[in-house]
């Protein structure tokens, strides 16, 4: 069994002690938190599972790491604290643990990654012994592995469209909804996420995967940016009202450039309410989240993915397969070489001794 470490029980912490616990090679040796109320209370407790797994909370990193874990999930934010949080991925990597997570985005494409961010990691890797893999669903296996084994099924390939649709209504971190998205703030509100370039810093690396698996040269990055405000005052169940006038939409692409056309897209479409922009793409079935792949070429091939966890949520489903994702890769990292991974490195996997299995 590999000694396992969910580091953050959040939104990707709850759904990654629940795919531990679930994996037949893995073994949850402990969970490290930050909110002193968490700390002593079962793993179970905070993963929404019955009963109790006989591993408590702890904030005491220190200990965690001296005790030798072979691998952790590293499931803390990164969005608005990136230099701790690689300073925290690091420490597990000089401790010799193999190390999975979604959080640092200049890291997905780690190749095209800048110093600052890569420098660390292979200083703690020749240290330690660790590994680093840097992944999720978009940015992840939403606009890597998907999109190429789809395009391997194309007799041509004029174009790769990658598409997240979503209702941020259902996404459990309002603070990163209203201020680093900016719904429901004032048109004239620059959030942080939608400032030029920062789209290219969290998808680029995507593009680069998906170029450099594609064998093609990316002539440039480029960005287009949509926004609409509401037409009405709406209220949703998770966060509140929205005041009509503020953002309630967003659209945006970035887009590959292959000798002059855009050949290698990423384009999201958010809302805050389906009233908001409904000449927009919506998910086919009507739902609130949805990603979708388009091949343009002979033959021309879509596919979606509709994910659903925690009481039918479309944006917990989209976690809990990022987390899929990272933990099922854990084992393959173990066995593999110390190192610094990307998505085109680590094979997606299938359900090896899962299928139609509980832990218990």
Known sequence: MISTVVWGTGNVGRAAIRAVEAHPVLELSAVLVHDPAKVGRDAAQLAGLDGELGVSATDDIAAVLAAGPRAVVYAASGDTRPDEALADITRAIRAGAVVVTPALYPLYDHRGAPPEF????????????????VSGVDPGWGNDVLPLLISGLATTVDAIRCQEIFDYSTYEQEESVRHLVGMGQPM???????????????????????????????????????????????STRTMGTFE?????????????????????????????????????????????????????????????????????????????????????????????????????????????????????
Request: glycine share 12%; proline share 8%; hydrophobic share 40%.
């Open 118 to 133: 890569r420098d660390p990691v292979l200083a703690a890797v020749a240290e330690g012994g660790g590994s680093l893999f």
């Open 244 to 360: 009509a006038g503020t953002q309630g939409a967003v659209r945006f692409e970035v887009q590959g450039i292959v000798e002059g056309e855009p050949r290698i897209v990423i384009e999201h479409i958010t809302r805050i309410h389906p009233s908001c922009a409904p000449d927009w793409p919506v998910p086919p079935d009507g739902g609130d989240g949805a990603h979708r792949v388009v091949i343009e070429g002979s033959p021309r091939i879509e596919v979606t993915v509709e994910a659903t966890d925690e009481g039918e949520n479309r944006s917990a489903g989209g976690n809990a397969t990022a987390v899929g994702r990272l933990v099922n890769a854990i084992d393959w990292l173990v066995a593999a070489e110390p190192g610094l991974y990307d998505a085109l490195d680590v094979p997606l996997r299938p359900a090896v001794g899962r299928l139609g299995r509980k832990k218990r």
């Open 188 to 234: 004239e509100y620059e959030p942080l996420m939608l400032a030029p370039s920062v789209p290219t810093m969290v998808w680029g690396g995507q593009l680069r995967l998906m170029a450099r698996a594609l064998d093609v040269e990316l002539d440039e990055i480029r960005e287009t940016m949509d926004r609409r405000a509401l037409d009405t005052t709406v």
